[in-house]
């Protein structure tokens, strides 16, 4: 039995006062000798014992009445268990990413345990709450009550170790001793739970929503296959998490324009692939959608096709430049060739890529133009000459330290960084066996950023900040690179990064850097724009294009259009990641350390069971009134 104000237990020390009171009033007889006694002796030692009796028993009814009223005060209780005596801190996880969007007809699964919460947070106790979006700290029942219903569902997904890490690092400021995670989620396999959870700081409560199984179609992506002067053949991607004979639709529009319609089964493969042949227009808002009743984040995949604008190619060499001309040709590329001693520098500052072929000595005039071209955002090759003289300065300037001194002897090159973000995803297989080109001369570079190097591990061709730098002449002379098939993908990569071509979508969840082919005045903004939505990011003006980035910016799925002054300049889309459509489940029973429950309602049912007090002071009170009636009776009745 605990007492909650056992402070008044004290007062029991007022007991002794009734013990003192009684000794007081007890008297002594008087002897008083008279005449025929006998008959009276009998008499008066009954009267002696019935006193005493009395007495006594008016005495321990007294004890008895003071006793009980003081234990009522002292507001008695027998708690359930031990956490009725100490109420631990609760912190709540709802998960609220669109997997949670399977169910039935009438409500999703995550529909399901926000009204539960909302019926079964009850009191004025605070209770933490986090989502995979949004922390609700410092909120009593109510408040957070009314924040709940604004929730809404995302692509994000926290791993299971970043909600322990979010636990721990909220029970840390708190006092209580005992404390409680409870996790509320469907708990995908992409959640990376452990099989054996250590108790920590805190016990595990975990609240699986049982989705009933569903057939669930995806549209995964969608790119270009293949493109020609009269059409564009989109390939898009489907699958889904059953087989199934059933056909599916698939359609694709221009805004509300229809473009195409197809069907596909899932009979034999999961996933299935369907293409489009449509005709070669910019598509400034296009939409597939699927006709499908599982999740319905993932039935539309939205997509954009622009018309991109020529890389501006500048070719500066005092030799010849067929190699260069036969890989940078239209429709992607427009060249222009200069001699070093008739540069176009309006063109010049208008280039992506800017190629130094083997200049003997670089005019100052075109260093310190290059420098400014380069903050421009311009990419720039430099293949020296043989001698390659005053080229300190230049490289200097574009963070390399100089030739340290010439080679005359052959070097092969031997070793690729296929790891490079200029080689990545370029070649199929990564192979180390083949015909090694070689060069007859060549400078000696310390980088540490080589692309292609020698086979004493010396760069052949290092890239600092869209600035790449061969050390060796490419004349036919000097090497045979220009026979090698590395030459075609290396300078076609430098060629297609110069300036970065919007791609048909991107993801919400991704940081991205996109150039957007415009010139924009001083003092001028893009805005990225979407109905009511209305954004302007993070961006970086360069001489012919601006650069947005899309870092700490909460994007929708959809197609927005790029707009400067209120005037439309290009077009992006967004689309979320399909991580979520994965819909296989984690089975809790095979984890250690943890409290499974099968809803809302079972684990807040437990709780308030085992926080329940069983309060006594009533009983002490009837028994208080009993003893008082008792003393009463005693007086009037008892002789």
């Known amino acids: 039995m605990h007492f909650q104000q056992p402070e008044l237990l004290y007062a029991l020390i007022l007991l002794i006062i009734p013990l003192i009171v009684h000794l007081f009033r007890l008297r002594k007889f008087q002897k008083e000798d008279f005449t025929n006694v006998k008959f009276l002796k009998k008499v008066i030692q009954e009267t002696r014992k019935s006193s005493r009796l009395k007495k006594f028993l008016i005495l321990a009814s007294r004890l008895l009445l003071l006793t009980c009223l003081i234990l009522a005060f002292a507001q008695p209780f027998i708690p359930a ?370 692309i292609l190097s020698y086979q004493d591990g010396r760069a052949f061709l290092a890239g600092e900040d869209s600035v790449y730098l061969f050390s060796a002449a490419l004349n036919q002379v000097n090497s045979n690179f220009r026979n090698s098939p590395l030459i075609v993908p290396v300078f076609y990569q430098i060629g297609l990064t110069s300036l970065k071509k919007n791609q048909l979508y991107y993801l919400t969840d991704e940081e991205q850097q996109i150039d957007i082919p415009v010139e924009l005045e001083k003092d001028l903004v893009l805005h990225i724009v979407n109905g009511e939505t209305d954004i302007i990011p993070q961006q970086q003006n360069y001489n012919n294009r601006v650069e947005i980035s899309t870092g700490n910016i909460d994007l929708e799925a959809g197609n927005y259009s790029v707009s400067n002054n209120n005037s439309m300049v290009g077009s992006i889309s967004f689309n979320f990641p399909r991580t979520e459509s994965d819909l296989n489940y984690t089975n809790l029973t095979e984890l250690e350390g943890i409290n499974i429950y099968n809803s809302t309602e079972e684990y807040f049912s437990e709780t308030n069971a085992a926080t329940q007090i069983t309060s006594l002071w009533k009983w002490f009170v009837i028994f208080a009134l009993i003893f008082l009636a008792i003393e009463m009776l005693l007086i009037k009745f008892l002789k």
């Not at 709802?94 to 009438?106: K, P, R, T, V």
């Not at 984040?297 to 060499?317: A, G, M, T, W």
């Open 81 to 450: 268990s031990d956490k009725a005596l100490n109420e631990p801190q609760t912190l709540i996880y709802l998960d609220n990413s669109f997997s949670m969007q399977a169910g039935n007809d009438q409500s999703s699964s995550f529909q399901k345990a926000l009204n539960s919460l909302l019926e079964n947070l009850e009191g004025e106790k605070n209770i933490g709450f986090f989502t995979n979006t949004r922390e609700y700290f410092d909120r009593n029942t109510t408040e957070l009550k009314a924040e709940l219903q604004n929730i809404e569902l995302t692509e994000k997904q926290l791993s299971f170790r970043e909600i322990n890490l979010k636990a721990e690092n909220y029970f840390r400021d708190q006092d209580n001793e005992d404390n409680d995670l409870v996790i509320i989620s469907d708990f995908q396999r992409s959640m990376n739970l452990p099989t054996d959870i250590n108790k920590t700081e805190f016990d595990y409560h975990f609240i699986q929503q049982l989705t009933p199984e569903i057939n669930n179609a995806s549209l995964d992506t969608v790119f270009v296959e293949e493109t020609s002067p009269e059409s564009t053949t989109l390939k898009i991607i489907t699958s889904s998490n059953k087989l199934s004979e059933e056909p599916v639709t698939i359609s694709i529009y221009d805004q509300e324009t229809l473009l195409g319609r197809n069907t596909v089964q899932f009979v034999e493969d999961r996933s299935t692939e369907v293409t489009f042949r449509l005709q070669n227009n910019s598509i400034a808002r296009g939409r597939i959608e699927i006709e499908d009743l599982g999740l319905s984040y993932d039935n539309q995949l939205y997509f954009n096709i622009n018309e991109n604008p020529k890389i501006q190619v500048v070719i500066i060499s005092a030799e010849e430049t067929d190699f260069l001309n036969r890989i940078y040709t239209e429709p992607e590329f427009e060249t222009f060739n200069f001699r070093p001693n008739q540069i176009d520098f309006n063109r010049l500052n208008s280039a992506n890529l800017i190629i130094l072929n083997e200049i003997e000595q670089l005019p100052s005039s075109l260093i310190n133009n290059l420098s400014t071209v380069k903050e421009n955002g311009a990419s720039v090759i430099i293949i020296p000459s043989e001698e390659a003289q005053g080229y300190g300065q230049l490289l200097n300037s574009f963070g390399f330290s100089a030739f340290s001194d010439n080679v005359n002897s052959e070097r092969l090159i031997t070793d690729i960084s296929f790891d490079h973000p200029l080689l990545e995803n370029v070649f199929e297989d990564r192979i180390d066996n083949f015909e090694y080109p070689k060069v007859l001369t060549s400078h000696n570079l310390s980088a540490s950023n080589a």
